[in-house]
């Protein structure tokens, strides 16, 4: 008795279920992106640096901090919630990101002008002992 050959199609419906096997476990594999934790309290320097009315930007940490009125600051992600892109600055009481011209409100966060989609993360800030402290996540 001969041994069944596979035909044309069993061989390309497996090889098919094999591809879709490997494509959803590559999907389910590392990004490689890092993802933020929160770890308590950062410390980001003096709340005398951040001017009324403007901010500062701390690229390391990824946090923009605003005052937008005299002793009240706000912190905010510094990633651009359009592409990604750490914002450059505070000028003329907007936060401004310079990849595509997105600008976002010192007080909320929210997008003035886009392409920005939506508004920046907002996180909790205090002032201790004169220093910044920033909460992320």
């Given at each position: 008795m001969s041994e ?9 419906c ?5 591809l879709?096997?490997?494509t ?6 590392s990004?490689?992106k ?19 009315g ?19 600051y706000k ?7 359009h ?20 600008r ?13 989609p939506?508004p920046?993360?907002?996180?909790p800030?205090?002032?201790q002992?004169?220093?910044?402290q920033?909460?992320k996540?």
């Amino acid at each position: 008795m001969s041994e069944p050959v596979a035909s044309r199609r069993t061989v390309l419906c497996c090889a098919a279920v094999a591809l879709a096997g490997a494509t959803a476990a590559g999907c389910s594999a590392s990004t490689g992106k890092k993802t933020e934790t929160s770890s308590g309290p950062v410390e980001l320097g003096a709340a005398s640096e951040v001017p009324v009315g403007g901010g500062k930007v701390y690229r390391e940490q990824a946090v923009v901090v605003t005052q937008p009125t005299a002793g009240e600051y706000k912190a905010f992600s510094a990633k651009c919630t359009h592409a990604g892109c750490l914002v450059n600055g505070v000028v003329k009481e907007q936060i401004q990101c310079l990849c595509h011209g997105s600008r976002f409100g010192i007080s909320d966060g929210a997008v003035q002008d886009g392409p920005a989609p939506k508004p920046l993360p907002e996180y909790p800030v205090s002032v201790q002992n004169g220093k910044l402290q920033v909460t992320k996540g």
